[in-house]
């Protein structure tokens, strides 16, 4: 108030326009927003709020700006308002209008800048704009002797620093401030206080456009700084995921791989992985085909929303893999969402991977073709650790079964060959490197060597289930579904209680039925 009053002494009384303008344009758009009550998250991102990730991802760099113009609630706006009337008309009073003008915008920018630099979280409000016209005023009338600004003095000597300090306490001792865009707004000010060298900041309009343009120059490094993309990866399952910086890691409950831009409605975008333990190599159909049936049905609701639309199941590459890609359009909370799903098959398991991202921000498109195209799958830590043994402890039999089996699983079947069949060379009794031996065999796409091994294993162990369900392998290889059935059915009686085997007895049950008409 004692600004506010300072401001119309000293024979300068023109009407503050600019001024009056900013605060009756926030007050109207608080009222738009707020008509059925205090704008919530999802309502403030619409109009502009500051969001690290629609900054960084999205490339809407805008909303440093237009976030200086929202406020979460009445007293928000009041408080911010209250105190702008004061110190943005003696601001206004004192100095040319294009440097008011540009005191607004780069403490604007400032205020919103240091806030991304600091928490990507959502952040709007005035606030900023009442620090940069506060550090201004502690310069100018300091510096001034006479003219505008000689006024200020009073304002910039015992009492400057309470004022400061007060509002800069009120800020660290409430929930939910940004005191980052706080201390930039101030430090902008207390800036543009101290470059000019004229009474009236600056000469003329280039000083004001150039210190914009270093504003905006500085606005561009924090949010370049802030766009920059790490890699995550799970040494366990030999995958890698390049991700914005800004994601970070959730809990789905599941026990999932799960990621997100950090928003929680609008505008939210995320990213789940899993691998899913198959038990035999396939091309991911199966799984695709599952996902479609439990979690996309038509009209029914899900974690990111209500399926509204879902393609088939159509083939792709991930990653330099042949995979299974679905495509889907959801709609919950008012937002329609992208869905897409990979399904990548790696010998016994089936990678997962399934990235949500906003509609109404089509620029996050962007941001999952980057992470599709950037999707790695490396060696995973169990295969490096059996070549390690293998290498260690030479011509025994233990490791050489060890890295086959894992040479196997990770559907690398043809590599697995060598070292089992050495495996069985130094143990010729082990009926399970045997069936492994047989297994690579057929997967690998040998069959006679397949069934070749088969018979030995069965020789070896004749009840053993494993050396039997080989021969089931080597009968369905050369394509005797029936006798396929005859040997599981043995194998059945072995060990009747194997889920497993009971499931394949009544698959190739089904396939020798006839067909209707």
């Not at 490096?384 to 079964?401: N, T, Y």
Request: glycine share 14%.
């Amino acid at each position: 108030m004692s600004i506010g009053r300072l401001a119309g002494k000293g024979g300068e009384r023109r009407l503050p326009g600019l001024t009056i303008a900013l605060i009756a344009a926030q007050a109207i758009l608080y009222a738009t927003l707020a008509s059925g009550g205090p704008p919530g998250v999802d309502a403030l991102l619409r109009w502009g709020a500051k969001s690290g990730p629609l900054v960084t991802d999205a490339g809407q760099g805008w909303r440093l700006l237009s976030a200086n113009l929202l406020h979460r609630d009445a007293l928000h706006l009041g408080l911010n308002l209250l105190v702008f009337a004061g110190v943005g008309t003696a601001v206004e009073r004192a100095c040319r209008w294009w440097d008011y003008v540009a005191l607004l915008v780069v403490s604007g920018l400032a205020t919103m800048t240091g806030s991304l630099w600091w928490s990507p979280a959502v952040s709007v409000g005035a606030s900023g704009w009442v620090f940069g016209c506060v550090g201004a005023l502690l310069v100018l009338g300091r510096r001034a002797r006479n003219g505008p600004g000689a006024r200020f003095r009073w304002f910039s000597g015992e009492n400057a620093l309470p004022t400061v300090l007060v509002f800069l306490w009120l800020g660290w001792t409430s929930v939910g401030v940004d005191n980052a865009g706080h201390l930039g707004g101030l430090m902008a000010g207390l800036l543009m206080g101290v470059l000019p060298r004229s009474r009236a900041w600056g000469p003329g309009l280039s000083r004001a456009v150039s210190l914009v343009g270093l504003a905006v120059l500085g606005a561009a490094v924090v949010v370049t700084e802030r766009s920059g993309w790490r890699v995550e990866r799970d040494d366990g399952f030999g995958v890698a995921v390049a991700l914005p910086d800004g994601w970070r890691r959730e809990e789905d409950g599941q026990g999932r791989r799960a990621f997100s831009n950090g928003l929680t409605g609008l505008g939210r975008a995320t990213l789940t992985a899993e691998a899913i333990e198959a038990g035999e190599p396939g091309d991911g159909s199966a799984q695709a085909r599952h996902f479609l049936d439990e979690s996309l049905v038509p009209g029914r609701a899900g974690p990111e929303g209500r399926t509204v639309s879902v393609g088939a199941v159509e083939p792709a590459s991930l990653g330099g893999r042949p995979a299974q890609r679905i495509r889907a359009e959801l709609d919950g909370a008012g937002r329609r969402t992208h869905l897409v799903a990979w399904f990548v098959p790696r010998g016994e398991w089936v990678y997962r991977l399934v990235f949500t991202w906003p509609q109404a921000y089509p620029a996050y498109a962007r941001v999952v073709e980057r992470m599709t195209a950037d999707v790695r799958f490396e060696e995973p830590a169990s295969l490096r650790i059996a070549r390690a043994r293998a290498l260690l402890v030479p011509g025994v039999a233990g490791p050489l079964r060890e890295l086959g089996h894992s040479l196997r699983r990770w559907g690398l079947a043809a590599d697995a060959v060598e070292p089992l069949a050495s495996a069985v060379r130094l143990a010729p009794t082990q009926v399970d490197t045997r069936v492994e031996l047989a297994r690579a065999y057929f997967e690998s796409g040998q069959v006679e060597e397949g069934c070749h091994a088969a018979a030995e294993a069965r020789v070896y162990g004749p009840s053993d289930t494993g050396a039997l369900e080989a021969g089931v392998r080597c009968a369905l290889a050369r394509g005797d579904t029936a006798g396929a059935l005859l040997r599981l059915e043995e194998a059945r009686r072995v060990d009747p209680r194997d889920a497993r085997l009971r499931a394949a007895e009544g698959a190739l049950k089904a396939a020798l039925e006839p067909s209707g008409p």
